[in-house]
């Protein structure tokens, strides 16, 4: 037993440990269950209040931070630091100074990333066309709403749109703006959600005011003839395909091509960009630029820079002596992202569930939404006058005896009394009773009380057309007209991207790129060689890595298109401009990592070709054999790779490119072989085809080799050619000495 000392505490007890319930327990769960309770909520939360835009145009966190400079007066006030609207706007958004200030950046003037921005800017707010053009901290710039915000915010104060509490209950916002005018279509607008995204393209206000209108007055418009294009705030020239835009304006899906736009300076010989897509950037065109050049894509240019200052963008290219400009910025536009495409995927909440809309379903929605705040609108009004004329009704009533009034005031003893006696004494309800009570003596003279009383004929008139306004969507249709009519006139401008079709800025691209003989060699391991004749007859003896081969060799040209099929039956697609000519003492380029392939993919054959005419034949290890033509793998667009080249439902014993029919020769376990033409195979445009039953196989049994049958290679071919499907016939002995030997 431990002895205690007088006056001393006794020693602490050793604490004990917790033990967390269940901790270290693995416990099952069904996967419906944990995406329901984890992952649902999650989604449903970025898809709602975060990521996609909704029918006014605005994200939550647009809309938080342009209501709180709307209520801090900013609408016609003087600009004021960031940092104090940053600071303001955390009481409905509560994501942190970065975030809002952020927000801010995207939709300032200064950031250039709108057409029409909605934040005055005043200090360096950066440029969305630079990665490193950084804006300064919110402490150093000042902002204020720009005009166009008035019609942003016009009778916001009128129930035109519901208000909720905050976070955290201190305030309310809207839950939209009642804009009066599509701004969803106007401004570009991006967000990637969980499991959805939304990309909707700017276009010309003009244009979209004309376009709502004539959609209000006729269902059936056809767009195309108002809404031209989409309009990108830093111009460029789309090149107009009417097809594509016919689709995204119908399914709200597609995209635009856009160029770059520049001029040639004779006197310097440069060529100066100006204006670039806006989903590229200086630094990423830059960058491609001068990796083109190192490779000798590109041997035109001496010297690239960016000179973006005070006057806007510019990237001047210094051309060598003799070289054609048009002709240059053609290959560029081919090769780089001064030529883009911007993906339009037209997702927007409306009533809380995201659609994916075309324009005339956009314009649709928003015109109810716009209806909807009009009525609103004149019912607010309408019941503000009734109140009004009600109360001027009871004034009217003291008109007839104004000192009657003042009697009665001076004779109650009890303030209390005062309204209930003006009742009795002038026949009025109490809120007459309390608005005349509270007129100040100084008014009750009959020069004022005729005057107000004069307003009621006026409020009458009113009030009766607010109600022929309330009782009829044809009138709350003329109001919605005339007003997108007076924000076209009032901030209206020209388009800054212009129009080019596709003859007046594209050419022949066999110009494009220098044609010549070369010779193309493809090695069993992946590798890849382009060699011109001259260089080939110098040096013939290739450089291989130790235990590869050369499994094919092409005679072609500079500027043929290159097809590498792979293990995982996709097709890789490349120009043989887009390897740079070697010699054969190198081991050339790595196939899978200058084509980007997957982890585990090889090629396992090349096609080259300069019109795609002809054929692919596949043949499987399970005897079956396809025939696709080679035009199935030619696309308008510059994808590099295609999914499902040919079947996936057996393994890939080999494939061939023919020009026209011949015989090949199969050859199986069981060791049979079968000479089978090409032209018993029926030929097919779908590249996923399983093909014919070409050689018939026992069980577990299947096509180990196929090879192109040459004169000589069989002494009695007869014997092995048969209709097909068959198993084929065993070799002789005579024969399987002469395979072995060729083999």
Known sequence: MRKTHPGRQPAAQPKVRGVIRGAGEIVRQQITSTLETNFMPYAVSVILSRAIPEIDGFKPSHRKLLYTMYQMGLLSGARTKSSNIVGQTMKLNPHGEAAIYDTMVRLSRGYEALLYPYVDSKGNFGKFYSRDMACAASRYTEAKLDDICQELFRDIGKNTVDFVDNYDGTTQEPTLFPVTFPSVLVNANTGIAAGMASSVCPFNLVEVCRTAEACIRDPEHDILSTLTAPDFPGGGQIVYDRRALEKIYRTGRGSVCVRSRYSYDAGANCVDITQIPPTTTIEAIIEKT??????????????????????????????????????????LFRMTPLEDNFSCNFNILVNGVPRV????????????????????????????????????????????????????????????????????GFGIDQAQAEYVAEIKLRHLNREYILNRTAETEKMEREIVSLQKILGSEAEIRRIILAELESVAAKYGRPRRSVLIYESAGKEDAEDEIPDYPVNLFFTKDGYFKKITPQSLRMSGEQKLKEGDAVAQQVESANSAELLFFTNRCNVYKARASDFAD???????????????????????????????????????????????????????????????AYADKSPLTACFQIAEDGEFLMTSSQGKVLLLHSGAVPGKTTRSSQGVAAMTLRRNARVLSVRRYEDGMLKKPDRYRKTIPAAGSTLSPEERGEQMKLS
């Open 290 to 331: 001068v990796e083109l050049v190192k490779q000798g894509k590109v041997r035109e240019i001496s010297d690239i820079r960016d000179e973006t200052g005070l006057a806007g963008l510019k990237i001047t290219i210094d051309l060598k002596r003799g070289a054609d400009p048009d002709r240059l910025m053609r290959k």
């Open 582 to 644: 070697t010699k054969a003492s190198v081991l050339g380029e790595y196939l899978p990592a200058k084509l980007g392939m997957e982890e585990g993919e090889s090629p396992v054959y090349m096609a080259a070709t300069a019109d795609y005419a002809g054929f692919m034949i596949f043949f499987f290890e399970n005897g079956k054999a396809a025939k696709i033509e080679l035009s199935s793998y030619e696309t308008k667009t510059n994808r590099k790779k295609l999914l499902k």
């Open 357 to 424: 809309m075309g324009v005339r379903e956009i314009l649709d929605e928003w015109t109810k939404f716009r209806i909807s705040c009009v009525r609103r609108r004149t019912a607010f009004d309408l019941r503000n006058l009734q109140q009004k004329l009600h109360l001027l009704k009871g004034l009217q009533a003291i008109l007839l005896d104004i000192d009657k009034a003042v009697a009665i005031v001076r004779k109650t003893e009890a303030e209390a009394e005062v309204v209930p006696n003006l009742m009795i």
